[in-house]
């Protein structure tokens, strides 16, 4: 079995109220692969938001399914972020059935509703 998983690391830029997709593509021998999200906030530990599988998603408990969506589309599994509020502010990670702890920088929001940033930092979503 081999897994292999492809995140891209370029800033994203947006507004809030605005929809951001967030890419994760993979490659597995497995013939029902499941992946799975996961957001850390600042001064936290990464938590699961939602797992894809099949045809089915599901969401965590708490995680909107109005804002967050995610489904598997051939070797690709997108988060798509809709009505962004300043709270969506995280990292995100995507990660493959077995999840091997990756810790890869991907998505930070680091911006105020005003537009005026808040850290420095190489990777986010800004608003």
């Known amino acids: 079995m081999f ?6 690391t370029e800033d994203v830029f947006a507004s809030e109220g605005d929809t951001v ?4 593509t993979f490659e597995t021998t497995r013939t029902s692969p499941t992946l799975f999200w996961y957001r850390q906030k600042s001064g936290d ?5 939602l797992r894809c599988y099949s045809n089915i998603a599901e969401n965590a408990f708490g995680i909107s399914e109005d804002r967050f969506k995610a489904a598997i589309n051939g070797k690709s599994v997108p988060l798509k972020i809709q009505k ?3 709270t969506d502010s995280a990292v995100y990670y995507c990660a493959l059935s077995p999840v091997t702890g990756n810790t890869t920088t991907l998505y930070k929001n680091l911006w105020r509703e005003d537009n005026t940033i808040l ?5 986010r979503v800004c608003m």
Do not use: A, E, S, V
């Not at 530990?45 to 938001?49: D, R, V």
């Open 21 to 24: 997709t967030l890419d994760c």
């Open 119 to 123: 850290h420095n930092i190489h990777k």
């Open 3 to 8: 897994l292999i998983l492809r995140q891209p």
């Open 45 to 49: 530990f990464p938590k699961y938001m």
């Open 84 to 86: 962004l509020q300043l």
